[in-house]
């Protein structure tokens, strides 16, 4: 455990002297250079808000608590839709602690580790939202200096939140250069590194950055060594890929420029071809954080659905041509049927085997006790199982997701997925195409398959589950929740395999590991039903649970006893 964790205090319940607020400290977010934080609930009202609390012993230094106060200041002198709310700062005798708007949809970086590459109306939806923010801020003479997507917050909305102002500056006069080296090595602009003096354009090839990483997969710059990602910026050597768009291809090169003064404004950025021209939906659903969405929704006046396009041509989306934009089409005469990608089950089993395998083979430390700050919040899965029932003899496996949605995975291996409305549903053959009806309107042959659908949620509505109404929302019909690709029983219990690559084991105990290749993390529910998250790399430095060790050992023995059986 590190000196900053031993030394630092922070009490259950927080007491701001000046306002006579008391907050509760609840779960843990995470940690990044001197802070920590924490959810925190404001005990009069039951607002909840995120706690940034950085220790007075590890300001020690001048320059740090100038620093400090500089961010405090600038913060929260913000007030915009696209910028993480600022609500309070105080102090004790311990602590600094911040009181910010709660995004609970984490960073657009865990969006990127598990999304890779976006559709580009997604990317439109974030960027135009981005775009809104660095204007807000520009136009208050303020350079931000660290955008990247693990500085831009998403609420329970997926509205972008800009945060962090760590590192930001504001511009006190025209023409008035910074000379400070800072920044994040993948979003750095050439003017920094060459020390020749920065203004608001490292703000805009930051932008680039972030809408190449969002439209390709990864950023452009990125290499295996600093130098070379270093070199590689100064003489602005990168490439982008075919499958985009040309108005896409185009926007970033005007953006990752070498000359700052060449880069264009915010403002003439919000006017590309790519911003105004392209389908951008309204909102997007919360499915969208694993799953590409669909962008097939119905005109209710016309009674014509939306259809895919890619240069004014239509398309059809398969695995490699993941980017389009949308208008209107004719209505076909059954439900529409899209192959989305084809989930490769073995491979997902052998990367998650290698993972494992690297934790065990550094025998790490098992603890009795554990602290929050050793594990990683920000890995957490956003869909898992929550139930399950198996009645295989018969029909088929039914489960719950985290989301509320309802699945059943029948003996014939075709599935039905009930989206958490209650009303939209997806049906997925033996050939991995989908097809999307409702509860209401739904071709004959499915039938039977949908009156079981109905038993199985309403059975573990009545029998397994405590849960509220669902609220539907406009973004519902563009959903794709994941889905239950393949399970198995032993005497121990079971284990769930998704096909966004999730790997859930349930056993006997009560007990339950969910493991993420994509985040490179293991989530534990132990017999107390704590929910911790830990990177697979923190265990083999850190150490972790006893009881999570000996589910990491069994797990791998699964895993390897599946991959010889495939």
Known sequence: MSKEDDTQVIPEIIYDKHTKTTYRKGRFYGKGGFAKCYELTNTLNSQVYAGKIVSKLLMTKQNQKEKMTQEIQIHQSLRHRNVVGFHNFFDDNHNIYIILELCRKKSMMELHKRRKALTEPETRFYMKQILSGVQYLHQNRIIHRDLKLGNLFLNDDLIVKIGDFGLAAKIEFEGERKKTLCGTPNYIAPEILTKKGHSFEVDIWSIGCIMYTLLIGKPPFETTSLKETYDRIKKCEYRITSNISVSSQHMIMMMLQSDPKSRPKVEELSSHEFIVNGYCPPSLPVSALTMAPRFEKFDVTSRRPLTEINNGEAMVISPQKKHNSITAGLLPTAPVTKTYSTFDAKENFLVLK?????????????????????????????????????????????????????????????????????????????????????????????????????????????????????????????????????????????????????????????????????????????????????????????????????????????????????
């Open 354 to 566: 290698s993972m494992i395998h690297g934790v065990i083979k550094s025998k790490p430390a098992r603890h009795q006790v554990f602290s929050d700050e050793m594990s990683d919040p920000s890995a957490q899965p956003m869909i898992w199982v929550s139930k399950w029932v198996d009645y295989s003899d018969k029909y088929g496996f039914g489960y719950q997701l985290s989301d509320e949605g309802v699945g059943v995975m029948f003996n014939d291996t075709t599935k039905l997925i009930m989206l958490p409305n209650g009303i939209n549903v997806h049906y997925v053959d033996k050939n991995g195409d989908e097809s999307y009806m409702t509860v209401d309107n739904y071709p004959k042959q499915h039938e039977k398959k949908m009156k079981l659908l109905s038993y199985f949620s309403r059975y573990m509505r009545e029998h397994l589950l405590k849960t509220g109404a669902s609220v539907v929302k406009d973004t519902d019909s563009m959903s794709r929740t994941p889905h239950l690709h393949q399970w198995c029983r032993s005497t121990s219990g079971v284990l769930m395999q998704l096909n966004n690559g999730t790997v859930q084991m349930n056993f006997g105990d009560h007990t339950k590991i969910i493991m993420c290749p994509l985040m490179a993390a293991i989530t534990y529910i132990d017999e107390d039903r704590s929910f911790r998250t830990f990177k697979f790399e923190s265990i083999q430095k850190h150490g972790c649970p006893v009881g999570l060790y000996e589910k990491i050992h069994y797990a791998h023995e699964k895993l390897s006893i599946l991959l010889e059986s495939q």
